[in-house]
């Protein structure tokens, strides 16, 4: 079974930057995704990143967003520097990850079968 460990957030002033990190244990690549979900609204994909470091993001960070990916023996970690953070990026966000990339756009949420706890980014005006 594999587990997905997150780190980061926390608390910003609007303007302000923060990072996040999700690392998994396995042999295996994966890809792996960033969700949001604020509250009283859907969860959304906010990026994902394939086994080569080819990343896409929601039309609402890019250019503020950026994933990244360090694949080490027996472990995969991303990292999502948010950069510009705007009171409408508070969430809680969720690592995700899957074996298989879809690059047809954004990630969706039926794409992916392993998820993460969750943690909380708060961003204040």
């Known amino acids: 079974q594999v587990e997905l460990v997150e780190s980061g957030g926390g608390s910003a002033q609007a303007g302000g930057s923060l990072r996040l990190s999700c690392q998994t244990s396995s042999y295996n690549t994966y890809c792996m995704a960033w969700f949001r979900q604020a509250p009283g609204k859907e969860r959304e994909g906010v990026a994902k990143i394939d086994g080569n470091g080819r990343a896409v993001y929601a039309d609402a960070v890019k250019g503020r967003f950026t994933l990244s990916r360090v694949d080490a023996f027996a472990s995969n970690t991303i990292h999502l520097e948010m950069n510009s953070l705007q009171p409408e990026d508070t969430a809680v966000y969720y690592c995700?990850?899957?074996?298989?990339?879809?690059?047809?756009?954004?990630?969706?949420?039926?794409?992916?079968?392993?998820w993460g706890q969750g943690t909380q980014v708060t961003v204040s005006s």
């Open positions: 995700a990850a899957e074996l298989r990339c879809d690059f047809s756009g954004p990630p969706r949420m039926d794409d992916f079968g392993i």
